[in-house]
């Protein structure tokens, strides 16, 4: 099975922040990453599709990039509404497997 | 829009089955578009993909937990279910509904798209 490794596992940072989340695969998953934004108590939201593709409404101060086994999200100016906890799920297997997730908190 | 509505039980006892609905609406499980999908998420721990279903009853299950899970799916109510077997407090979580989008081709497989809002499970006694 495919695991998937983020780093940091917090991070504490300031509003208007450059913030950028690691997240490395133990195979070649080619462009097959997402990203998710989970906020407490709610549902996680997909942000990032085949790596950098936005999902539609997402901010543009969100990027993705990478491919094969390390990828980065990126989030160009931290808002307030940014502070939340950030996933990555690989879908090259039908087992789509998540990162253990990075806690953005306020600095 | 879809919108997905997880409903069942709160509360389960260890060893017995635990129980789940999603509820779709703003579109149809028949459609073919999607696989319908369950993700767990432990108190304070991470995310972990348990299965889903496509609308033709074909099946894909985690292997960690393949030899207790059963999803099943009505096209009729516009429903799909989550059974999970010999239940123990390892699989209280907050239990999410998903809709994953379908690809035809070999191999191909996409993120989850769309969640439900998600219903906490607690395994005791």
């Known amino acids: 099975d495919i695991q998937m490794t983020q780093s940091p596992s917090t991070l504490s940072a300031s509003v208007g922040d450059r913030v950028t989340i690691t997240c490395r695969a133990s195979?070649?998953?080619?462009?097959?990453l997402a990203w998710y934004q989970q906020k407490p108590g709610k549902a996680p939201k997909l942000l990032i599709y085949d790596a950098s593709s936005f999902e539609s409404g997402v901010p543009s101060r969100f990027s993705g990039s990478g491919s094969g086994t390390e990828f980065t999200l990126t989030i160009s100016s931290l808002q307030p509404d940014d502070f939340a906890t950030y996933y990555c799920q690989q879908y090259k297997s039908y087992w789509g497997t998540f990162g253990q997730g990075t806690k953005v908190e306020i600095k | 829009q879809v919108q997905l509505q997880e409903s069942g039980p709160g509360l389960v006892k260890p060893s017995q089955t635990l129980s789940l609905t999603c509820t779709v609406s703003g579109g149809s499980i028949s459609s073919g578009d999607y696989y319908w999908s369950w993700v767990r998420q432990p108190p304070g721990k991470g995310l972990e993909w348990i299965g889903y279903?496509?609308?033709?009853?074909?099946?894909y299950y985690s292997p960690s937990l393949k030899s207790r899970v059963t999803i099943s799916v009505d096209t009729s109510k516009n429903q799909f279910s989550l059974k999970l077997s010999s239940v123990t407090a390892a699989d209280t979580a907050v239990y999410y509904c998903a809709r994953v989008p379908y690809c035809s081709a070999a191999s191909c497989y996409r993120p989850f798209d769309s969640w439900g809002q998600g219903t906490l499970v607690t395994v005791s006694s």
């Open positions: 279903i496509y609308y033709t009853g074909s099946t």
């Open positions: 195979q070649n998953i080619n462009s097959w």
